[in-house]
Structures are given as structure tokens and as C-alpha cells.
């Protein structure tokens, strides 16, 4: 079975700073992982997503993540956070790339101006 | 891009009464849909996977009788909510899967109220 952490499960930048979201993961085989974002009352918008290659993965909004094996972790990067960025981050992983997805508990992101 | 849209984004109905959810792929036939569940403050749990043509698979502890799911075609997935009880009230979100090797696409959600 899949299962995801994220060990944070709230965290306050100020702007301007930069931020690491950490995701770990637990899955037998190649995994494949996402990260989400939603805010208060919407969907879910797709950040970036790691299937193969590049262990690095560059996303929209300036984010970024880092697959390590070794640590099972698919942590989230961005070097400069705005206040728009305040929200629901969520790890995700699936078995296949159109799979179904097991989500970690999400990490809310509250910007100090 | 992939569009998945799903109608109403809000409805609100009184305990007892049923509630129809929808879920379309508008540009790409979605051979597998997947429903999840999110409760206030919570993540997301899948309740099912529907695949077109064939009887959807729920997972434990989701009540197939209650949340009956039809995919009758590659672009229409529905989800519907028997007898509608207030701790039914949460957000519901769909996504369908083109099939390999792209991700499946999100719609947008769907708020139920049970008053």
C-alpha cells in the first residue's frame, strides 16, 4: 500500500523568504508524485509532478521539487514566497501516471507580509 | 489542455433527498474516472474508481449503495448521493484519466450541504 506524510502541518513565512514543503512517501515500486495546491473552497491546481528523469522538476508559480530515492522524499521549493502563495499544499503518489492518487495530510502556507 | 468539468460547483439539499453530481472530460475521453471525498480541515480520499462500461470499485468503507456511481461513456462520469444526511456534507472532487502517460486531470469540485 502507498502512503504519504508531510510532517508540517502548518507553516508561516514571511514574504520574500524562501520555503521547503516536506513530503516523505512510501511505495514498493517506481513512484510517481505530484504536488498540489488549493485554496480556501476551490479545486485543485496542479503544481508539478515527477514520472521518470531529472530528479529536479521545475513547476509553475517558480516552485520546484526534488525526488531523492534514497530518502523517499519529494520535497517543494520556492526561493521567494509572495502572499499569494498562502494555501493548501498537498503531496501526492500514484502507482501510474493516470492512477488513482494517495494524498498526505496537506500543509497550510501562511504569508507574513 | 486537458478540461474536466464538473457540475454544480454548489448545492445545497435537505436531508433525505438525493443530489446528482457531474463530471465531463470536455476535450479527451477518460477511460477511468476517480471520486475522492474531502471533509473540512481534511485531505483527499478516494471513494471510487469507475471505469466506462463496467461497475465502479469503492473503496473500504464507502457504502456503494449510498454513493452510486454510473459511467456510462468515455466523457461522463456521475456520482450520486442517496438519501442525503448532514454528515454527508463535504467537498467532492472528480478526476479522469486519459490513460498513459499522462496524469488524470482534476475538475473543480463540488460542495454539498445536507441540512
Known amino acids: 500500500a502507498q502512503s504519504v506524510t508531510q510532517p508540517d502541518i502548518h507553516i508561516t513565512v514571511s514574504e520574500g523568504a524562501s520555503l521547503e514543503l516536506r513530503c516523505n512517501y512510501s511505495y514498493g515500486a517506481t513512484p510517481y508524485l505530484f504536488w498540489y495546491v488549493q485554496s480556501p473552497g476551490q479545486g485543485l491546481q496542479l503544481l508539478l509532478k515527477y514520472f521518470s528523469g531529472d530528479t529536479l522538476v521545475q513547476g509553475i508559480k517558480g516552485f520546484e521539487a526534488e525526488f531523492k530515492r534514497s530518502q523517499s522524499s519529494f520535497n517543494l521549493r520556492k526561493p521567494s514566497v509572495h502572499w499569494s502563495d498562502a494555501a493548501e499544499y498537498f503531496c501526492a503518489v500514484g502507482a501510474s501516471a493516470g492512477n488513482m492518487l494517495t494524498f498526505g495530510g496537506g500543509t497550510r502556507l501562511m504569508v507574513k507580509p | 489542455g486537458a478540461v474536466v468539468s464538473q457540475h454544480p460547483s454548489r448545492v445545497i439539499c435537505k436531508s433525505g433527498t438525493s443530489v446528482k453530481i457531474e463530471c465531463r472530460s470536455l476535450?479527451?475521453?477518460?477511460?477511468?474516472m476517480f471520486w475522492y471525498r474531502q471533509f473540512p480541515k481534511q485531505s483527499l480520499m478516494l471513494m471510487a474508481t469507475?471505469?466506462?462500461?463496467?461497475?465502479?470499485?469503492?473503496e473500504q468503507g464507502v457504502e456503494k449503495d449510498k454513493f452510486l456511481i454510473n459511467h456510462a461513456s468515455l466523457t461522463l462520469s456521475t456520482l450520486t448521493v442517496t438519501s442525503a444526511h448532514p454528515e454527508d456534507s463535504s467537498f467532492y472532487i472528480c478526476?479522469?484519466?486519459?490513460?498513459?502517460?499522462?496524469?488524470?486531470?482534476f475538475g473543480q469540485g463540488t460542495r454539498l450541504t445536507v441540512v
Open positions: 469507475s471505469n466506462e462500461g463496467s461497475k465502479a470499485t469503492y
Open positions: 476535450d479527451f475521453q477518460a477511460t477511468t
Open positions: 478526476s479522469a484519466s486519459p490513460g498513459q502517460p499522462t496524469e488524470a486531470f
